[in-house]
């Protein structure tokens, strides 16, 4: 590689760094926005985000004429059908997710995405047959010691953080079955949405109960904007995606629910009793063997790759922008927006 490759190459990084973090920043940040929907309820909110997020991606695929893979999907059934289950998985994780923000419960909705790792391990080992190595076999372990700390302390299981998680882990396996990129998968998901959301909010203006109109322009306009919160990470998420290595980004994600976490704590005050702070650090003690045998791991690949390209004469391997020999996480390559 010459030297103006190599400068290009690190500044390909440099912008997927940037998106990066600016697409995991605004997924931990979004908790300071579903407040301000109020008094909208998380269904007409719900509704609302489903509804101006077709209309967003829409408009965007639009201007880049990408077209062609909806009539080549509406010819497979069968990922039809996988799409339809990923817009309705997607839609409980959505609606509890704002349920959760705007009824106090932010810091437990960010354990869901602290655990959904190892929900997706665990998915892996038991629907899809694949192994795990002993570390491995100890985070889920400890994860589930988590689980069972926080159900002591909360007096029953978290059950907001089991169903963020199991829904986004289930989102994420669908997704990965389907093959479409972020801004196809969420343009064909929000189709299936689309009139259901439509004829949920017809139903609620019907009733006299829907707010959008009745609580003025800006109210509205924060409702329409909906679309955008959820487009715009996703965005970012793509070009990050192709520009960094699977392991960087597997890092990333972690930023969205230590930033909603924070939130939850400094901003919302909420209750962080002792238990509460075991459940967590176990959760915690959990990510960090994961991330500590994913790292050593793609190290003895990276190690047996490059000494296999040097038996073989083809010359040092060099890297490539958005390429690992193995992700940080299971979590670490998946499109798409959980919050």
Known sequence: MDAAAAEHSKSEQRIGLLNGFAAYGMWGLVPLFWPLLKPSGAGEILAHRMAWSLVVVGVALLLVRRWAWAGELIRQPRKLGLVTIAA????????????????????EASLGYFINPLVTIAMGVLLLGERLRPVQWAAVAVGLAAVLVLAFGYGQPPWISLCLAFSFATYGLVKKKVGLSGLESLTAETAIQFLPAVGFLVWLGVRGDATFGAEGFGHAALLAATGLVTAIPLVCFGAAAIR?????????????????????????????????????????????????????????????????????????????AGQETEPMTPAAGREGSAV
């Open 244 to 320: 960094v290595p699977l392991a960087t980004l597997g890092m990333l994600q972690y930023l969205a629910p230590v930033f909603q976490f924070l939130l939850g704590i400094l901003y919302f005050h909420e209750a962080m009793p002792p238990e509460r702070w075991a459940g967590f650090g176990l959760v915690w003690l959990a990510l960090t063997l994961l991330t500590w045998d994913a790292v050593r791991s793609a190290r003895r690949n990276a190690v047996r790759l490059a000494v296999a390209r040097r038996e073989s004469g083809a010359g040092p391997a060099v890297p490539v």
């Open 88 to 107: 309705a998985v997607i839609t409980v994780n959505w609606g509890v997710y704002i349920w959760a923000v705007n009824s106090g419960h932010v810091v």
